[in-house]
């Protein structure tokens, strides 16, 4: 099998450079990464509609198109995301994702948003990711909120939409095509290990006492444990030979939507991995429920997410999969105690976790 050879820009018809700040994206700019796709397609003027604040820019636009944009199916809003932030901290993210959508989303069956255009700058003068897609407002659907539960019937229907994501790319060749996409939890994988990439924010978030109360006995009285847990689990990873699939890597409520037909897709795919399906799961099972309805309901939830990946020709052992997402549960407590997106619940999402680390026993597993 050939690996496909990293580009280190989208679209090689591009002659400049991506914009690094709003004031680049106008209506000429947008018309001419365009028109590879789309040929014909005019945007004659866009209109600013609302900004998204967080650790990318994001933004929805409404735009004038000619009769060929409108025949060709380029919305009248679009939502762009990008890096204009002015710090380089989530630039490989960006790129990241971009190649996601450019490079993957339309070859497999994914529950994600359309995408229309996506590009990427990724050489020695810089990183930045591009991504033009539909707009989701318009459809009428719901937003989740990380501070947002979901009931158990939506939970349901939300690990099947996950199994959907996970046995449409299991073991499936593409996954091994791509050089760019990274293995989940391996070594060189330096943004799945928060402690690296966060080295500023680790001691802040480690003295805090708002977030060492909901943190498990083990944890709080040294949070340091977190880490040397998050190596443990590493190892097992790497130890396991078995399949691999696409995982979103941050399925949380928050980075969802739940159309009108209820079934839920997820963008932010800035850390999408080739990797097991419990780094996804065990994160928005935990997550999305109240402590009361996961405990009362995960088992059975664990068993319904196997059978759904049954549907998909994929075997898992109930109970080697109950282990997995017990193991699992510490990648939410580890994210969302070193959380620093001012959008997301951090400190209620932290209790869930911390909560379901106890009631689960997590020290135990990890050796604490």
């Not at 991504?131 to 939506?154: A, H, K, R």
């Not at 409520?253 to 839920?264: E, I, M, Q, T």
Request: glycine content about 8%; overall charge negative.
């Amino acid at each position: 099998m050939t690996m496909q050879p990293l580009m280190n820009r989208g679209q090689p018809s591009r002659t400049g450079r991506l914009p690094l700040t709003f004031a680049g994206f106008d209506a000429d700019w947008l018309t001419d990464r365009l028109r590879p796709r789309y040929p014909g397609a005019v945007i004659h003027a866009i209109e600013l509609i609302a900004e998204v604040y967080g650790h990318t820019s994001k933004a929805r636009y409404k735009l004038d198109r000619n009769a060929a944009a409108i025949e060709a199916g380029i919305p009248a809003q679009v939502c762009v995301k990008a890096n204009w932030t002015g710090d380089p901290l989530s630039s490989m993210v960006c790129v990241n994702e971009a190649r996601f959508y450019w490079l993957l989303r339309d070859q497999l069956d994914l529950p994600a948003p359309h995408c229309l255009v996506a590009d990427w700058d990724d050489d020695a003068q810089g990183m930045q990711g591009f991504v033009l897609m539909e707009d989701l407002v318009p459809l009428g659907g719901t937003f989740g909120g990380s501070g947002q539960f979901v009931s158990l019937d939506e939970m349901a229907s939300s690990l099947a939409q996950l199994a959907r994501l996970h046995g449409n790319t299991w073991n499936v060749p593409e996954l091994y095509d791509h050089g760019w996409l990274q293995t989940a939890m391996a070594p060189d994988t330096f943004t799945d290990d928060y402690w690296a990439l966060m080295h500023d924010y680790v001691p802040r978030h480690n003295a805090r006492a708002e977030h060492l109360k909901r943190l498990p006995d083990w944890a709080a009285e040294d949070p340091n444990r977190l880490h040397q847990a998050f190596r443990k689990l590493c190892s097992q990873e790497m130890a396991d030979s078995g399949p691999l699939c696409l995982v979103h890597g941050d399925a949380h409520l928050g980075n969802s939507y739940r159309p009108r037909d209820g079934n839920r897709i997820w963008f932010d795919w800035q850390i999408v991995r080739k990797g097991r399906p419990w780094r996804d799961v065990s994160y928005f099972v935990a997550g999305s429920l109240t402590v009361e309805q996961r405990r009362r309901a995960e088992r059975d939830l664990i068993c319904h997410y196997c059978d759904e990946m049954a549907k998909y020709g994929v075997a898992l052992d109930l109970d080697t999969a109950w282990i997995d997402y017990r193991r699992w549960i510490l990648w939410g407590v580890i994210a969302w105690h070193l959380n620093i997106n001012p959008n997301e619940d951090t400190l209620l999402v932290l209790e869930r976790f911390g909560q379901a680390a106890r009631d689960h026993e997590l020290g135990g597993i990890y050796g604490f």
